[in-house]
């Protein structure tokens, strides 16, 4: 079993950055493949971004690429990510996952296997 659990979340104004992480307890995330997902209110969960464990690569949604940044920090059993130039449309509930799965392009959340409970972030204009 993994347990994630989600942090950094909060009310930034557009264009500041915020970084989110997401701690891992119960197994390392180093065989993992990791990855974030959002739902902003009225709308279903969708994914932003992922990291492969074999190869570290990344894979974004379009609506983030350029603008958003995952990491691993395997050192303290973390992912990471680093939103910039966040917009309005960017309000939503954060969510990382780990999943089973190899790749770096796991843009399901049903291929995900472990959730964190979320943790909001709200960009103001």
């Known amino acids: 079993q993994v347990q994630l659990v989600e942090s950094g979340g909060g009310l930034v104004q557009a264009g500041d950055s915020l970084r989110l992480s997401c701690a891992a307890s119960?197994?390392?995330?180093?065989?993992?493949?990791m990855g974030w997902f959002r739902q902003a209110p009225g709308k279903e969960r969708e994914f932003v971004a992922a990291?492969?464990?074999?190869?570290?690569?990344?894979y974004y949604a379009d609506s983030v690429t350029g603008r958003f940044t995952i990491s691993r920090d395997n050192a303290n059993n973390a992912v990471n990510l680093y939103m910039n130039t966040p917009k309005p449309e960017d309000t939503a509930v954060y969510y990382c996952?780990?999943?089973?799965?190899?790749?770096?392009?796991?843009?399901?959340?049903?291929?995900?296997?472990?959730w964190g409970q979320g943790t909001q972030v709200t960009v103001s204009s």
């Open positions: 996952a780990a999943s089973k799965v190899t790749g770096w392009n796991i843009i399901s959340e049903w291929d995900y296997d472990y």
């Open positions: 119960g197994r390392t995330l180093s065989r993992y493949t």
């Open positions: 990291v492969g464990w074999a190869s570290g690569n990344t």
